[in-house]
Nanobody, 117 residues
Framework: QVQLVESGGGLVQPGGSLRLSCAAS????????MAWYRQAPGKQRELVAA???????NYADSVKGRFTVSGDNAKNTMYLQMNSLKPEDTAVYYC???????????WGQGTQVTVSS
């Protein structure tokens, strides 16, 4: 199985920056999609950004130009660099991994991001 642990959340002022990390451990695999989701109080969980094992990325319209997803294969870690943060970015951010080779789907515990003055 794959275990995912998010870190890097916290409180930041509007316009500030934060970098989230998702460390993966367990099975080694080569074909996957990893993604950041977020869920704000009273709202559905939504896709924020995704990256494939081939390096392709995708972003929600609401974060394009502000957030950047990247990965470090040597460290089995995915990152989400969040710049120009807005109060509406406040949510619990979750790491997700979909393993293509055996149709696995894994979630981390989430990390709280609060954007407030």
């Amino acid at each position: 199985q794959v275990q995912l642990v998010e870190s890097g959340g916290g409180l930041v002022q509007p316009g500030g920056s934060l970098r989230l990390s998702c460390a993966a451990s367990g099975s080694i695999f080569s074909s996957y999609t990893m993604a950041w989701y977020r869920q704000a109080p009273g709202k559905q969980r939504e896709l924020v950004a995704a990256i494939t094992s081939g390096g392709s990325t995708n972003y929600a319209d609401s974060v394009k130009g502000r957030f950047t997803v990247s990965g470090d294969n040597a460290k089995n870690t995915m990152y989400l660099q969040m710049n120009s943060l807005k109060p509406e970015d406040t949510a619990v951010y979750y790491c997700n991994a979909k393993v293509i080779t055996y149709a696995g789907d894994y979630w981390g515990q989430g990390t709280q991001v609060t954007v407030s003055s």
